[in-house]
């Protein structure tokens, strides 16, 4: 077992660690509501379990479940539960799934995973909402008008990747871009946007669509409607552009 202690808002990749500070359209999506056991206040987070994924889970969720618990600075802890999914997507051999956290109301874990055989995660970013955020669009089409915003980076492995995710305290979306490979999952949208092409998962938990434009593979996830995301997708420069996914650059 590892222990990996942070504070505040934190970025992990697991190889070569380092810290700071996945429906139909139309089909309803459930906003970010935690099991009972998780709206109890508790003291500041301040650390991380992270345990080895047992051989054969099956499911990203499980996987997170079984491998990460949250510590607290009165030595309590916290175990995730798949009741607190928020989106769960596979795209390939790459896994994302976010979750809320328990009794950290609102506070969130992103978790990057792969898998060849067995699922292996690579990075983790969590976050809530403090008096330092800020809401912005930044000229994006977001679920609502303006959204924070955190981002992340994993490069040390095979097929690195870019993480960008806006949430407020009910919704959190993700856009993540890497470069493109075939992908034999999901199913051809009826919506072409500048020629760009837009393919559904089927996610277990939220809803996801992803699009390959510029030798770059852009999987946009999370708790609100396909359309939501299409718009969102529809808003995104090209994956050239140096302020990507933003419109405009600070």
């Not at 009972?36 to 099956?58: F, H, M, Q, R």
């Not at 510029?214 to 718009?231: C, R, Y």
Request: proline content about 4%; some cysteine.
């Amino acid at each position: 077992m590892k222990r990996i202690g942070v504070m505040c808002v934190l970025v992990l990749g697991l190889t070569g660690c380092t810290t700071s500070e996945e429906t139909e359209v139309g089909t309803d999506i459930e906003k970010i509501e935690t099991s009972e056991v998780a709206k109890a206040p508790t003291s500041e987070w301040v650390g991380t379990l992270i345990e080895d994924v047992p051989k054969g889970t099956e499911s990203l969720a499980d996987a997170v479940v079984h491998q990460i618990t949250l510590q607290y600075q009165d030595g309590s802890e916290g175990h995730l539960s798949t009741k607190d999914v928020i989106y769960e997507a596979t795209v390939g051999d790459i896994g994302l799934v976010a979750m809320a956290h328990p009794n950290q109301t609102p506070s969130f874990g992103v978790y990057h995973y792969s898998r060849a055989g067995e699922w292996v995660m690579h990075g983790m970013k969590h976050f809530g909402i403090t008096d330092a955020s800020e809401k912005r669009s930044r000229g994006l089409v977001l679920p609502q008008d303006s959204m924070y915003t955190i981002d992340s980076e994993i490069d040390d492995v095979e097929r690195p990747v870019k993480l960008w995710t806006f949430y407020d305290e009910s919704q959190l979306v993700t856009i993540l871009m890497t470069d493109a490979f075939s992908v034999g999952d999901g199913e051809r949208i009826n919506r072409q946007t500048d020629g760009v092409e837009y393919d559904r998962l089927n996610q277990p938990s939220g809803n996801g669509i992803y699009y390959i434009s510029q030798d770059k593979l852009i999987l946009v996830t999370g708790n609100v409607s396909e359309e939501e995301l299409l718009t969102l997708a529809d808003s995104l420069p090209e994956p050239s552009s140096v302020s990507f996914p933003f419109r405009d650059s600070e």
